[in-house]
């Protein structure tokens, strides 16, 4: 795992492909939070702690006969914080989980994303059996990003966008 400081091009599609708010106490609509959620670096302090936690990833993403793979590209982990929060319900009209066209979750993604963001997203990459990792995290709720394409043939890309806590050091694994 590595900061996007080290992959700056994967930095740049984190913070196009992910983000938002709205915790506990926040408006409810019909499709979750409403209402402005600003962005607070304060909010992202517990995801720098150091933790005992892991996340052992794999995409088993299907649609119909369409088997897709993730080998080779980035995976982000982000921090839920209201702003994420809110703009994970923005991206993929849910804060829980989600499958999109990667174009249809880049035409609803604000022009300019807070540049403090990208400092507290933590990316890796997909190996070529579609697996992925994250360690050292500290107990919380995250938001993993991962885009797949079709593994044999053209089509379009997807955005995969699923929640996850960590808790107790326990390894959590992930299948999007």
Known sequence: MSRTRALPALALAAATLAACAGGPGAPMGPRGPVGPAEFHPSDFAWSQAPGRNRIDGRLVYRQGQTRFTCSGSGVVLTPETPWTRRRMSIL?????????PADEVRARTPSAPNADYSGFVR???CDSAN?????GLPDGSWFVIAMARPAAGSGPSMAIMRRVVTRGGRPVALDL
């Open 92 to 100: 993929y009209a849910s804060a829980t989980a989600a499958a999109l």
């Open 123 to 125: 990316t890796t990459t």
């Open 131 to 135: 697996r992925f990792s994250f360690a």
